[in-house]
């Protein structure tokens, strides 16, 4: 897939699977588990318009050496074959060995990466557009923005995204994930025509603007019910309300139930003012809930927290009375 086809592709909607790492007991990566789940998405979402994203965020890619992000990216790339792009995350600060990651992906056969905004040193504008300016310029592959100010402290400005759409063409996405709905709107306004931009806060947020003309949106919960997710953007990109709705009250049980346990093994320790305030349990649960349900989610690695019995009774609950899922196998 070349780079106009990547664009047009995510443009025209995507489910944007972040896949998660199992780890075993001993926090070791548990590779066959992992391929497991990409040939259960493989299967599950056959013939429809996912991405899959292996090594970001929900992947617990800052706590992966590079041999491992390596292997797992190897491995989404064999298992996907022609069926979906293949899109790692990238979480660097230095631009230098963001590129290094970057070339390995190529080299690998991914169809692009994804590039979270760059921490720890708070750039100016200049240096921002700099930074994917260095990395875009020396591939081959298509470039998405992570626009994450959550994890970042920083965020990329409608005016600056379309500059740098500007200047390469192989810039052909944006993880958005803004909590301000006019911010969102203006970066559709502003560089949608140029560029797939997608809802990064997940499944939720998707059913609450989709019809602002986000493409799609990324989604933690097809890690093990990839069938409803495909359902969820098929309904808004046909603009079925009554879908919409009827999938929103189920995903709302789990975003409850995020909000539970975030308060339960709380307080954050972020000293960001809210809605700046996640402390990211969302992924303890997504594993759990693979594992409630007959797939290998694994353990999460620390400083994430495991849930306790009595969440995951409380879990698997929700699971199969609210969202109507089996176990699978």
């Known amino acids: 897939m070349d780079i106009n086809q990547l664009r047009s592709f995510l443009k025209k909607g995507i489910v944007q699977c972040v896949l998660v790492t199992p780890f075993k007991e001993n926090s070791e990566v548990d590779y066959d588990a992992y391929r497991e789940l990409v040939k259960f998405i493989k299967e599950k979402a056959k013939n429809k318009p996912f991405v899959l994203t292996p090594g970001g965020t929900t992947g617990e890619g800052y706590a992966l050496t590079e041999n491992e992000w390596e292997r797992i990216?190897?491995?989404t790339i064999e298992e996907a074959g022609s069926s979906f792009p293949?899109?790692?995350g990238i979480i660097e600060p230095s631009v230098h060995k963001a590129l290094l990651k970057t070339k390995k992906a190529e080299s690998l056969g991914a169809s692009g990466v994804m590039i979270v905004l760059p921490s720890y040193i708070v750039p100016n504008e200049n240096g921002l557009?700099?930074?994917y300016s260095e990395i875009a310029k020396k591939i081959n592959i298509g470039v998405v923005v992570y626009n994450n100010p959550d994890v970042s402290k920083i965020y990329m400005k409608p005016h600056l995204l379309r500059a740098l759409a500007e200047k390469h063409d192989n810039v052909v996405g944006v993880k958005e994930n803004t909590p301000s709905v006019p911010t969102l709107y203006s970066q559709l306004k502003t560089a949608g025509d140029m560029l797939a931009i997608w809802?990064?806060?997940g499944e939720w947020w998707?059913?609450?603007t989709f019809h602002l003309g986000v493409a799609g949106f990324a989604s933690g919960l097809s890690n093990f019910a990839p069938q409803m997710t495909s359902e969820l953007l098929e309904a808004g990109l046909t603009r079925n309300f009554d879908k919409i709705d009827e999938i929103r009250e189920k995903i709302w049980l789990l975003e409850r139930f995020f909000s539970k346990m975030e308060l339960k093994y709380g307080?954050?320790?972020t000293i960001l003012p809210p809605p700046y305030t996640s402390s990211y349990?969302?992924?303890?649960?997504?594993?759990a809930a693979m594992n409630a349900l007959g797939l290998r989610g694994g353990r999460v690695r620390v400083p994430l927290n495991e849930l306790s019995r009595e969440d995951l009774e409380e879990l698997e609950?929700?699971?199969v009375e609210g969202l109507g899922l089996t176990k699978y196998g």
């Not at 349990?281 to 594993?287: D, F, P, Q």
Request: proline share 7%.
């Open 267 to 269: 307080p954050t320790t």
């Open 206 to 208: 998707y059913s609450a």
């Open 86 to 88: 293949v899109i790692p």
């Open 281 to 287: 349990v969302s992924i303890s649960v997504i594993k």
């Open 317 to 319: 609950k929700i699971l």
């Open 73 to 75: 990216v190897d491995i």
């Open 129 to 131: 557009l700099n930074y």
């Open 199 to 201: 809802q990064g806060r």
